[in-house]
């Protein structure tokens, strides 16, 4: 007996090959790029993820929480590769990073004495990131406690490494933020220069998202966070309007990796003027040929595409109608007569020559876009393809 999930998700090697290739030349040789991998790896999976980016020669990971640097830390195929907690880690799950060399940001007293008092008993030094409020008011020192944190880290050098000074940006993908991100930037670059002017020497000095990385080239530095443009995605469009303004040909450098599809279950025919699925939110205005497809808003798939998301059939692109139910959406095939059960249904990807992209979903804001891929749950099975 065989038992299936109702949908599928493949990630291309090829893809993320040459998204890297792509970053590596604009962020120049001297530049590590460190790959976002929190939220799943953006829904791609932690698991099939993380040793297929060593293999394409990744050597840093970003995680938000401990959990997450957990599961990469088992997924990781190199054992010299690094892993840091840029957000959330407990305090009595500081010894297990410190042991295991994963690095963490500090951004508070108590986890920076929790994390002294962790290092002296595993007789090891902690790995620390210290971040700095610059104007995002969300974590980071503020001017008294970097004082304060600077003074623990010179009085505690062997239980304490500095291994790096750190801020992040409050909207870089949008030139709304310019005023903001520029006194970010100013803010970040002084008191970077106070710690030099007091001898601190910590190796990384990192700001830039993938939208900073690509827009104000100083914030690189030596490492650059990318998240979302190693998956094959813009920030926003904006920053693709704006980079791709200095090329000649408008191609899109990126290629996504990630496709997701599932199979028709069921082909029906639906009179003109009946109503379709739960409630009267799609009114048949013609005879309508329809499909139902096992993927619904518990698969990850937002009820907020109810009328509105599309679909790949035969390498034809299909609307779906109506409400999306918790483990069903209907399609409409009219037109298509070939389809049939059991045929390929595509929601993100490649059909043939069409691709379906997150974003032509609709005019959705970016945001529904990163909301649909990270909700992608855990347990549909993902493969790496060529
Ligand atoms: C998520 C995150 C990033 C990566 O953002 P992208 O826009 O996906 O490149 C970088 N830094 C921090 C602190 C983050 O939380």
Request: hydrophobic residues 40%; contains cysteine; aromatic residues 10%.
């Amino acid at each position: 007996m065989k038992i299936h999930t109702t949908s599928y998700i493949q990630i291309s090697r090829k893809a993320l090959e040459n998204n890297l290739a792509f970053l590596r030349a604009q962020m120049g040789p001297s530049v590590r790029i460190s790959s976002v991998v929190k939220g799943n790896a953006y829904g791609h999976g932690i698991e099939p993820f993380v040793p297929l980016a060593e293999a394409c020669g990744v050597n840093h990971f970003s995680v938000f929480e401990a959990n997450e640097a957990y599961l990469v830390k088992q997924a990781l195929q190199q054992p010299e590769t690094e892993v840091m907690v840029m957000g959330m880690i407990n305090n009595d799950e500081l010894a297990w990073a410190i042991e295991n060399g994963v690095s963490f940001y500090v951004f508070e007293m108590d986890r920076m004495k929790q994390a002294l008092k962790a290092a002296q008993r595993v007789g090891k030094a902690a790995r620390i990131h210290l971040e700095l409020e610059t104007g995002m008011n969300r974590t980071g020192f503020c001017e008294q406690g970097w004082q304060e944190a600077a003074r623990l880290l010179r009085e505690n050098t062997e239980h304490l490494r500095f291994e790096g000074l750190c801020t992040h940006f409050a909207g870089a993908e949008s030139i709304a933020n310019y005023v903001r991100v520029t006194r970010q930037r100013k803010n970040f670059n002084r008191i970077a220069k106070w710690f030099r002017s007091q001898q601190f020497t910590p190796s990384l000095y990192h700001t830039a998202c993938s939208a900073a990385a690509i827009r104000y080239p100083p914030t690189r530095m030596d490492m650059v966070r990318i998240g979302i443009l190693q998956y094959g995605f813009w920030p926003s469009r904006e920053i693709f309007i704006e980079y791709s303004s200095q090329l000649d040909n408008k191609r899109d450098p990126l290629q996504r990796l990630i496709s997701w599809s599932s199979k028709i279950m069921d082909v029906k025919s639906v009179k003109a003027g009946e109503y379709i699925g739960y409630g009267n939110s799609y009114l048949a205005n013609e005879n309508l040929r329809i499909a139902t497809v096992p993927v619904g808003y518990a698969h990850g798939f937002s009820r907020s595409l109810s009328n509105q998301g599309r679909a790949l059939v035969h390498g034809r692109r299909v609307a779906v109608i109506g409400m999306v139910n918790m483990n069903m959406v209907t399609i409409d095939v009219t037109g298509l007569e070939q389809a049939a059960k059991g045929d390929e249904v595509t929601f993100i990807g490649f059909q043939g020559d069409m691709e379906l992209s997150v974003s032509s979903f609709g005019e959705f804001s970016h945001q529904v876009n990163y909301e649909l891929l990270t909700r992608l749950p855990a347990n549909i099975p993902r493969m790496v393809v060529e």
